[in-house]
């Protein structure tokens, strides 16, 4: 089982990101999760491989983007307009089978490493 994550890194308040997170198997959905320090993580968005219904956390609608490329079987989340509360480390995760609700962490079967997003003020 792999699962990759990738594309963190060092960017200006209002600049944009995009990670990309690879899964090698059959899959249900993919999500993309946050850990800010100090906090716990939390939910960032979900997109349902078969059909692409997308799903995101307040905080992020107008701003993130999650898509998918079936042929290279990767997700990719596009965030613009960065701010410093963006600041985490941003993990997918990978959910085999319908499981509700989306946004718990208990849903997904796999999480990749995680990739640290730094905003700068």
């Known amino acids: 089982v792999q699962l990759q994550a990738f594309g963190g890194g060092l960017v200006q308040a209002g600049d944009s990101l995009r990670l990309s997170c690879e899964a090698h198997f059959g899959l249900y959905r993919i999500g993309w999760f946050r850990q800010a320090p100090g906090m716990e993580r939390e939910f960032v968005a979900v997109i349902t491989w078969r059909t692409g219904a997308k799903n995101y956390a307040d905080s992020v609608k107008g701003r993130f983007t999650i898509s998918r490329d079936g042929v290279k079987n990767t997700a990719y989340l596009q965030m613009n307009n960065l701010n410093p509360e963006d600041t985490a480390v941003y993990y997918c995760?990978?959910?085999?089978?319908?499981?509700?609700?989306?946004?718990?962490?208990?849903?997904?079967?796999?999480w990749g490493q995680g990739t640290l997003v730094t905003v700068s003020s």
């Open positions: 995760a990978a959910g085999t089978s319908y499981s509700e609700p989306y946004s718990l962490m208990s849903s997904y079967n796999y």
